[in-house]
Nanobody, 118 residues
């Protein structure tokens, strides 16, 4: 079983910064992709950024230049540094890890609220 525990959400004013952390535990293949998704009050969960175990990154256009994803493979932990936050960044942020173990496996954290006030 795989567990993801997120931390670091909260409320901040526009222009402020927050850093999210997500620690994964359990049976995780070393070659994996860890990422952050967000969901505002709506049905769609969108990719914010992800990073492979080799360090390749991918960002949504809306966060490029403002958010930075990083990871510590030894700790199975992924981070999301968010600066210049905007009210439209307000959402529940979810951590995800996926890897190929026979079939693709994908696991989610419980989510952490980020609220940016204007």
């Amino acid at each position: 079983q795989v567990q993801l525990v997120e931390s670091g959400g909260g409320q901040v004013q526009a222009g402020g910064s927050l850093k999210l952390s997500c620690a994964a535990s359990g049976s995780i293949f070393s070659r994996n992709v860890m990422g952050w998704y967000r969901q505002d009050p709506g049905p769609q969960r969108e990719l914010v950024a992800d990073i492979t175990s080799g360090g390749s990154t991918n960002y949504a256009d809306s966060v490029k230049g403002r958010f930075t994803i990083s990871r510590d493979n030894a700790k199975n932990t992924v981070y999301l540094q968010m600066v210049s936050l905007k009210p439209e960044d307000t959402a529940v942020y979810y951590c995800n890890v996926r890897f190929l173990g026979g079939a693709w496996r994908s696991y989610w954290g419980q989510g952490t609220q980020v609220t940016v006030s204007s």
